[in-house]
């Protein structure tokens, strides 16, 4: 969200330091002496030895450590766990309580894994090597490893022109360049998401891919680092720097041939996605600026005058009361009114979401019950001399919620319970965080935060006239780790990272500032908003028991993705930031474990155009979390609003809905086994090197290619075509790509290219509706495209759609198709309710001479088929119940 205006000049101020980072002659790091390997002990899958350090230290941003402690751990076939930290002294490492570990599982012999580990002993050095082919992956090798209180140095050589994903979260190209690269991850409100910059969420995990196989290395640290990336002295390698904390990798093998095993493996560490309900699918809509209760009642009737599908809507914080969280402005939007409009949300089998900020306003003797009762449990973070630690926000003078306190979660829950409440409160669907990095408009030295809130007007005076208290509203609508040595230096470490905000405290919490556990924020950080995320999703199951919610988060760190979606945060209305937000996808679902997932489309800050619009929304059709939403400064952008956009949402929005059985199930299969929802072409092309780069084409879920017109004004669109079969996702035409750029034309501003992978099985239903709930009373549909072989397959999976446990049973079901038969297998233990309306076969090069269906019990009477020779489809009418297994057969 954007900062106050008038502080735009402090803030241009405090990014002086922006390129300003510690830089040092890589030759004078190389040169340090590194550690001496002593006492090795091997003991089946593990591995321990001492490192002492092995000549005259460096001492290049403090004392190097003397001594080490080495532990080396197969913990599965595919997964080396290596962990170095101080031998003499316990120093922080990422709580279990905020990513918990994985167990090992593997008992033979480190021969029998997929990858390896070797070592030099003096000086040390190590290498991850794949058994199979002896490739080397990882190795440290002419680069010793350094280990200072407040630097920690690490270096890997990568192949020339190396292919690495990952390192977030950035605004850059998907494929990171490896010229001079450097990746820093610290947590930071980063209005405009510039590139090359940190942003909101720290992810320290790269995937590198090979013609020859994919592997990952993920470092389990939550304190600041300068990740780097540089070819420019004729090698080519990656390096860690990092201000704290221990070396805790985790070394993924990956797999030869198969891009997705890798994303499988990461999920197995960090944790799989959580599964969100089926409405979360559909369109939500959003502003900063809605001025009351009326204008959001108006954009819902709107809306559905448009005959445009609004699923959620959302309101931001200009519902507060002086924009404080658990508040409702009595004039501008009286509680009242607010249970009046989710009343009618919920009658119109449609829902709302809230913002929830962490800051909470520092109200003494006001009667702010969240205040008061925060302050009476004593649940803020404090500063060294055990005082609240002070922030300015929007409500004015802050203090933050510490997430470590043994109290904090009983607290936000029941914060959720009193204003979040079905009888006299507002029943919020789903929950919507923001400014947890955490954010804070303060600039430093930020001496006297009160002057400055005062001096940025926060919180802001209203602009708008308030509304008639009896306004009529939908009218005439139609539808326990030790605490850190004082010798440590936490507001200005001897390395500095490339923080964009300035200093690390800068426009966030101290860096000195204490949690209840005794941990500083120099260490955690990067973890504030996870775990700000995980009480939200804790408070929110508790509201409703047994149901199954969506939370919305900005900030985030690995494992986030197990627990709450992300947007991609305050982007602006510009060609190149819808572009940018391909990549930013592929990143979080695609890599960092975060499929529910989404840019603000047409755009959050500026003014967007019809045209932007338009073809944003049809690629937001194609996000997992698919929002409109835009800042108070910007003109109004909800589709409605152009013709053309508003032609774009339908068509997209009804492409969306047929297809969304097919991606809550690419979802369920995600919480499953880490199955990427959203991935870059080569996870399905790895041998095709022309895919590498590619990050303005997409594969949603395993087997639809999305190719968006990317520049403006344009109606076409050149794109790769990898060497496989294709089909038209609206005509069903078949398409033969040769593993070659296309140029396809007169795509219309209403229009997407949309492509069915050869293979695939799809099952859709017949027609979009205006809500989910219509949605799953509506009859299936198969779509059968056959691969060159004459070979698909897919499959489905349906519950309730919204709970955590399923009373009423699932329904599992299998599609087969080779030899001109389909074959329809699975449980059944969810009541559809809907049938099987028709199957449509692709790819026929010739009409049948006739078509059978049976359902086991006998085979069907009255079957009826077309056959379109221009398209090569054969359609099926069944209309059968769509209750057990079949086989529909073409002769």
Known sequence: MVRPRNTAFLYAISCVSLVLGTWIEPSVLDACPGYKLTNPVSQGAAFTADLTLAGTACNVFGNDLQHLTLAVTYETENRIHLKITDANNTRYEVPESVLPRPNGTFQGSPSDAAIQFNYTASPFSFTIFRTATNEILFTTASHPIIFEPQYLRVKTDLPTNANIYGIGEHSDAFRLSTFNTTRTLWSRDAFEIPAGTNLYGNHPIYFEHRTTGTHGVFLLNSNGMDIKINDTDGNTALEYNVIGGVLDFYFLAGSTDDPVELSRQYAEVIGTPAEVPYWTFGLHQCRFGYTSYVDVADVITNYSDANIPLETMWTDIDYMDGRRIFTVDPTYFPLPRMREIVEYLHDHD?????????????????????????????????????????????????????????????????????????????????????????????????????????????????????????????????????????????????????????????????????????????????????????????????????????????????????????????????????????????????????????????????????????????????????????????????????????????????????????LYTTFHQANLDGSPVIQPLWYKYPKDTATYPIDLQFLFGPSILVSPVTEENATSVTVHMPDDTFYDFLTLAPFIGTGSNVTLNNVDFTEIPVHIIGGSILPLRVNGTMTTTQLRQTDFELVVAPSSGGVASGSLFVDDGVSLVQANGTTSVTFEYQNGSLNVTGTFGFDLGVNIADVKFLGVEQAPKNVSVSDGSGQLKGVSFEYDAGTKVVEVSIGIPFNKGFEVRLE
């Open 350 to 662: 449609q829902k709302y979401v809230l913002m929830t900020d962490p800051a909470i306003a520092y109200a003494p003797g006001e009667g702010y019950g969240t205040y008061d009762r925060g302050t009476e449990l004593d649940i803020w973070l404090k500063m060294p001399n055990g005082s609240a630690m002070f922030s300015v926000v929007w409500p004015g003078v802050t203090h933050y919620p510490d997430w470590f306190h043994p109290s904090i979660q009983d607290f936000w829950t029941n914060e959720f319970r009193l204003f979040y409440n079905t009888t006299d409160g507002i029943d919020i669907d789903g929950a919507w965080i923001d400014m947890n990095e955490p954010s804070n408009f303060c600039v430093l030295p930020c001496e006297n935060p009160f002057q400055q809130a005062q001096q940025m007007d926060l919180p802001p005076a209203r602009t708008a006239s308030p509304p008639n208290p009896s306004a009529t509203i939908f009218a005439d609508s139609s539808s326990a780790l030790n605490k850190r040595s004082d010798e440590i230096n936490l507001l200005t470490p001897p390395y500095a990272i490339q923080d964009a905000a300035g200093a690390i405290s800068s426009l966030t919490s101290w860096t000195n500032a204490t949690h209840a556990n005794g941990l500083v924020e120099y260490d955690t950080h990067n973890l504030f908003g996870t775990m700000m995320s995980v009480a939200t999703r804790e408070a929110m199951l508790a509201r409703r028991p047994g149901l199954r919610t969506l939370v919305i988060t900005r900030s985030t760190f690995a494992g986030a993705g197990s627990h709450v979606g992300k947007w991609l945060g305050d982007n602006f209305s510009a060609w190149s930031e819808y572009r940018i937000s391909i990549s930013g996808m592929l990143g979080m679902a695609g890599v960092f474990q975060i499929p529910m997932i989404g840019s603000d489309i047409c755009g959050y800050a500026e003014d967007t155009t019809s045209t932007l619009c338009a073809r944003w929304a049809m690629l937001g059709g194609f996000y997992p979390f698919m929002r409109n939403h835009n800042s108070d400064t910007s003109i109004s952008q909800e589709f409605y609003r152009f013709p053309v956009a508003a032609q774009a949402a339908r068509n997209v929005l009804d492409m969306r809905y047929r297809l969304m059985d097919y």
